[in-house]
């Protein structure tokens, strides 16, 4: 518990915090079998994609999906292997923004698939919306 003091009586109220915890294996691990397969193909070492930057051992663990990149970290492997950040992304079938990624990595409490429905819902709501043209 974390303690909070009143800020007039000087009280210590203790404040207990919740903590969600988000199982995003299966994402991570994804992103990083894509990630290993363009640095290879790109023909790099895991020492040159980190470019000073990160770590081999950093690129290492994105690779293995034991860590969840960052979006600055996304940023600069995708510009390392001229690749759009959504690749490491995206489905086979799934056209994925930036949003889409945010929504993906960042979204406290919310699971792989709970966030793939959002993400779905949204752009079939936005597609209704140019098909129907209200602005034309």
């Known amino acids: 518990m974390t303690p909070y003091i009143a800020p007039y009586t ?6 207990k ?28 070492t895991q020492q040159q994609l ?3 930057r990160y770590t081999k051992a950093y690129i290492s663990a994105l690779e293995k ?14 510009a390392r292997l001229r690749l759009p950040a959504a690749h490491f992304l995206r489905d086979a079938d799934e056209h994925w923004s930036r949003l889409d990624a945010d929504l993906l990595l960042a979204r406290p ?3 792989v698939d709970e966030a793939v429905m959002v993400v779905s819902n949204e752009m079939s709501r936005t597609r209704a ?5 209200p602005y034309a």
């Open 10 to 15: 000087r009280d210590v109220i203790p404040v």
């Open 17 to 44: 915090r919740r903590r969600t915890v988000v199982d995003d294996s299966a994402l991570t691990t994804r992103i990083g079998q894509r990630i290993r397969v363009a640095r290879l193909e790109a023909g790099l």
């Open 50 to 52: 980190a470019d000073g």
């Open 65 to 78: 999906g034991h860590a969840k990149p960052s979006l600055a970290a996304l940023h600069h492997i995708s």
């Open 109 to 111: 409490g919310m699971g």
């Open 129 to 133: 919306l140019i098909a129907a043209r």
